[in-house]
């Protein structure tokens, strides 16, 4: 079975398990129609549509 020749530094190891730490935030982009920010590939909350077409029919008060 392979063993390791030399134990591994404190450095090394921080620096392996600092990449498991890294986040990453949403992508949000603006509606095309109404302008409004929202997440990549969803409908758009504010007005319904996905892209060019109107997916949810919203009622303005």
């Known amino acids: 079975m392979a ?3 030399r134990k591994q ?3 090394r190891t921080n620096l392996r ?3 498991n730490s890294k ?3 949403p992508t949000i982009v603006k ?3 109404c302008g409004e920010y929202n997440l990549t590939h969803r409908v758009c909350s504010a007005c ?3 892209g060019d077409k109107q997916i ?3 009622e303005e008060a």
């Open 31 to 33: 509606c095309s129609k």
């Open 56 to 58: 949810i029919v919203k």
């Open 17 to 19: 398990r600092s990449q």
């Open 23 to 25: 986040l990453t935030a």
């Open 9 to 11: 530094s404190h450095s």
């Open 3 to 5: 063993v390791p020749k």
């Open 48 to 50: 319904g549509y996905y």
